[in-house]
């Protein structure tokens, strides 16, 4: 693993159906993020995470959930998929410290059917 | 509240410059960064100011004006590869990153 890896790289789930996008990464970075990207609008936050351990609301945090148990995952879970929720998801990470470059990942595109 | 404003899309000629302008209004200011996005991909990051001026970096400039909430990206000597979009993100007091819609660049032979 080199950098940040998401998985899976595409899906198509059933209105209703439980899903955890996989985040991981291998850079010791201790900040992780949780965007949203759709068609005309900038990527948006749903969660982050500043240190493993503790996590934080984004500017479009409900119907997800997170975690952080170590520095390097930080799964995303969708408890019960709506049609609103399809779009393109990219984790990403920094070191956090102050204003730093953040990495992202190849993204997951999913589509809630 | 929050917002950033760039250009849904613009086009330029191979070989060509272009510019690339963002404006900002932000609860605070701790930098504004620059992301090359190409269709399908992730973003990647380009540049990084938090101090006015121009920062060059090879074919690719940021200038940064912060009394006016106002930043451009310059891309020199333009090839096929640069259509992509621009994302323009400011990190706020919280330092999270506030992005812009993406700028696409389309680029003519």
């Known amino acids: 693993i080199a950098g940040i890896t998401q998985a899976p790289t595409s899906q198509i789930l059933a209105a209703g159906r439980r899903m955890t996008l996989r985040c991981t990464q291998d850079m010791r970075h201790n900040a992780m993020y949780w965007y949203r990207q759709d068609l005309g609008l900038g990527l948006r936050l749903i969660h982050y995470s500043n240190t493993a351990g503790t996590t934080g609301k984004g500017e479009v945090p409900d119907g997800y959930s997170v975690s952080r148990a170590n520095t390097d995952d930080f799964p995303l879970t969708l408890a019960s998929a709506v049609p609103s929720q399809t779009s393109v998801y990219f984790c990403a990470s920094s070191d956090g410290q102050g204003a730093t470059e953040a990495f992202f990942g190849q993204g997951t595109r999913l589509t809630v059917v | 509240g929050q917002n950033i404003d760039q250009p849904t899309e613009m086009t330029a000629t191979e070989g060509a410059i272009v510019q690339i302008n963002c404006t900002y209004q932000t609860s605070g200011f701790n930098g504004l960064f620059w992301y090359q996005q190409h269709a399908g991909e992730a973003p990647t990051f380009l540049s990084y100011?938090?101090l006015d001026g121009l920062e060059e970096k090879g074919r690719f400039s940021s200038f940064l004006s912060r009394s006016k909430g106002y930043s451009y990206l310059l891309l020199k000597e333009l090839q096929m590869k640069d259509s992509a979009s621009y994302l323009c993100?400011?990190?706020?007091?919280?330092?999270?990153?506030?992005w812009g819609a993406g700028t696409k660049l389309i680029i003519k032979p």
């Open positions: 993100a400011v990190m706020d007091s919280n330092y999270q990153l506030i």
């Open positions: 100011n938090v």
